[in-house]
């Protein structure tokens, strides 16, 4: 059975609390919340005891992740097709009620490893591992299972001897165990990565190359030959600092006896140039016997005399680079004054770097943020094969993405992540490559259309847009949906429906920024019009715009599922739209046909009936009768009132008129009278 994203639907029905401390997923595992099992413990993500309904011998367990650190759920759904025995398998996952935390979580079912970790911890000591098992336990297997990682573009990120399992089958050799449940790179210990990715802050390393993974090959090697991890006692800034003075090969080795026979393969796979390192390939080719000459590395060139700077010399380009890094305030003086330039010139004489600061220094113009800007440029120029370092920031290319996604409550890391991406820096520290990996083009193209959408500000736009389009599949963080975990659009409205039955009429809106974001970023239709509408002054119109998005994407995602508790909530938020019609019959039959409808679960037929513009024109039409009607009987009334309050004064002129008539025709009478009798 294949499984698909939406699988993981964030319904009431996935988890329901069977008492007893068990959390029923989907209706086929049970979790117990009160046996944890600590041994598969995948930090952040906890391991608890899970038992299949129909096969209750089937050794699984659960992983309840971190939503704030949330899993990977794209790789979940490719690992979930890969039957490899080397493989640890992904069953099923969720996203179900967890009652210890007091929130909606995700939870992720896997077949639990018979055999035992290599380490059970990171800092044990553990007897050295014969060369010959190493070749045939852990080498050869993991060779195949990483290929198969690899073909369905899957990088572990997680290689470790705390990770991996040594199967009670020998002909197994080694299970490779997760690397889902937390951001890629996000866990993994500094001696594990590349100098680019362990000098870069964790949650900026990104999901990777293969190469990262091969590097990690090879300090695993170097692990189980010695019978503990390299530079266990160091920290991570003595591990880089190290690694920059030395090469992470010598580095690394430098208290271990490695034979010629591994010395080879060694050389490759911790090489610092990635573009050097040795593949899966290379790697086979050297299993099958064929010996091959891995480059020797070439280490920064030394000056002849040190670069003094915050109180330590400095003998090369990227350990100075390093240092500004960590000392930022006091890295523009020497760039400026020129000190930089006459060390480079001078001590240094490599005409690359020379070339590389002096273009580094056309962005020097006035004002602090221009000079952030300088400062990173240079120390790029400096150093090419680090991270991009801003201030407190120190990415990779691909993994600026996830820095903003997973500091995003941060405001401060959000402008750092803005500042970067205005500055040109990823361009930049492109352009000083040697070799640029071709996988990093379409990050860049990305993150050149992201500026546009930074700078405009409407809803469905910003910063918020941004972060989703660069992270795909990072759920909604809206704090609308505080406790829950929305890990995709699919989840959004049973999302709304679960809230809606919970909070009632708490529930005072549907949007905000970061639910525009998310679906103007994962809903194929458009919503741009609803979008500016739901900002209109007008209650009404605002109103109608919410819940139209919300039916669009019932009728486009669930057209078979019915949401009885957001329907009654959307009538309760279409007030302003029902007080727009005048008659208050029209009124009382509209807010009745409405309540009545809102129990089949359908928001479409709502707007039908609120949005009829027909209707609406009806009722206007009606009103404005009323208006004239109206008016006409206020007139009538005022001039009756008028004359009846000016009662005399009708009467004597009405009085003086008909007195004057009369005795014109008293006059008229006469006159005649007076003809005839002359004319007689």
């Known amino acids: 059975m294949a499984l698909k994203i939406q699988g993981g639907e964030a319904t009431p029905a996935d988890s329901a609390n069977g008492g007893g401390g068990i959390v029923t997923v989907k209706g086929r595992y049970d979790i117990d919340t009160s046996v944890p099992m600590p041994q598969f413990d995948a930090a952040p993500a906890v391991a608890y005891r899970a038992v299949a309904r129909r096969d209750s011998r089937r050794s699984i367990y659960a992983l309840i992740c971190d939503p704030k650190m949330p899993p990977r759920l794209d790789a979940i759904s490719m690992i979930h097709r890969i039957d490899h025995r080397n493989v640890q398998k992904v069953v099923d996952w969720a996203v179900v009620d967890w009652p210890p935390e007091g929130r909606r979580c995700p939870v992720i079912i896997v077949e639990q490893p018979l055999g035992q970790k290599y380490f059970n911890s990171l800092q044990d000591d553990n007897k050295p591992i014969h060369e010959e098992q190493v070749m045939r336990c852990f080498i050869q297997p993991m060779v195949t299972a990483l290929r198969e990682l690899h073909a369905v573009g899957i990088i572990h990120r997680g290689i470790r001897p705390d990770n991996i399992y040594l199967a009670d089958d020998p002909e197994t050799g080694t299970i490779i165990s997760e690397c889902f449940s937390a951001p890629a790179g996000m866990t993994q210990p500094t001696v594990f990565e590349t100098l680019r990715d362990g000098a870069s802050t964790p949650a900026g390393r990104g999901e990777g190359f293969a190469t990262n993974d091969m590097y990690a090959f090879g300090v695993m090697i170097v692990s189980l030959l010695t019978g503990k991890v390299p530079c266990r006692d160091l920290t991570d800034e003595e591990i880089i600092r ?5 090469g992470s090969y010598a580095m690394l080795t430098q208290q271990a006896r ?8 060694l050389r490759g796979l911790l090489n610092d140039d ?17 010996r091959l000459s891995p480059k020797q590395q070439v280490m920064p060139t030394k000056a002849s005399r040190g670069f003094h700077f915050c109180d330590e010399d400095y003998l090369t ?10 000392n930022w305030a006091q890295a523009a003086k020497p760039i400026k004054d020129g000190s930089l330039d006459g060390w480079l010139r001078r001590s240094l004489s490599e005409e690359s770097r020379v070339e590389a600061v002096n273009q580094a220094k056309l962005a020097l113009t006035d004002g602090s943020d221009n000079e952030d800007r300088l400062i990173a440029r240079v120390i790029t120029a400096l150093d090419p094969q680090g991270p991009i370092r801003y201030k407190g920031l120190a990415c990779t290319v691909d993994g600026i993405s996830s820095f903003l996604a997973l500091h995003y409550e941060d405001q401060e890391a959000r402008q750092l992540f803005a500042q970067v991406i205005n500055a040109g820096l990823p361009h930049f520290w492109c352009e000083q490559q040697t070799k640029t990996h071709s996988a990093l083009l379409p990050f860049l193209t990305r993150l050149d259309r992201m500026r546009a959408t930074m700078a405009r500000h409407g809803l469905g736009n910003g910063i918020e847009r941004v972060m989703y389009e660069l992270n795909p599949s990072t759920p909604c963080r809206s704090q609308i949906f505080e406790r829950d975990f929305v890990a995709t659009i699919d989840h959004f409205l049973p999302a709304m429906e679960l809230l809606a039955t919970e909070q009632g009429e708490e529930v005072q809106r549907f949007l905000d920024r970061d639910v525009a974001a998310f679906i103007s970023t994962h809903f194929k239709r458009g919503i741009g019009n609803e979008l500016r ?16 998005i919300l039916a669009n994407l019932q009728e486009s995602l669930a057209r078979k599922e019915t949401f009885p508790a957001l329907c009654a909530r959307s009538v309760d938020l279409l007030q302003p739209a029902i007080e727009r019609f005048y008659s208050r019959k029209t009124r009382k039959r509209i807010s009745e046909q409405l309540q009545g409808l809102a129990k089949q679960g359908r928001l479409e037929p709502l707007l039908q009936i609120l949005d009829n513009r027909r209707e609406l024109e009806i009722d206007q039409n009606g009103f404005r009768r009323s208006c004239v009607s109206y008016a006409r009987s206020i007139r009538e009334t005022i001039k009756l009132k008028r004359d009846m309050k000016n009662q005399k004064k009708i009467a004597s002129d009405q009085g003086g008129m008909l007195s004057t008539g009369v005795a014109s025709i008293v006059a008229m009478i006469g006159f005649m009278a007076y003809v005839v009798v002359s004319l007689v």
Not at 258 to 265: A, R
Not at 533 to 548: C, G, N
Request: glycine residues 2%.
């Open 242 to 246: 190290q690694k920059v003075a030395m």
């Open 258 to 265: 490695i034979s010629l026979t591994l010395m080879e393969p």
């Open 274 to 290: 990635d573009m050097e390192r040795w593949t899966l390939e290379d790697v086979s080719l050297w299993i099958s016997g064929r």
């Open 317 to 326: 380009a990227r350990e100075l680079a390093h240092a500004m890094f960590h």
């Open 533 to 548: 509408d739901y900002e209109d002054d007008d209650l009404a119109i605002s109103a109608i715009a919410q819940v139209r």
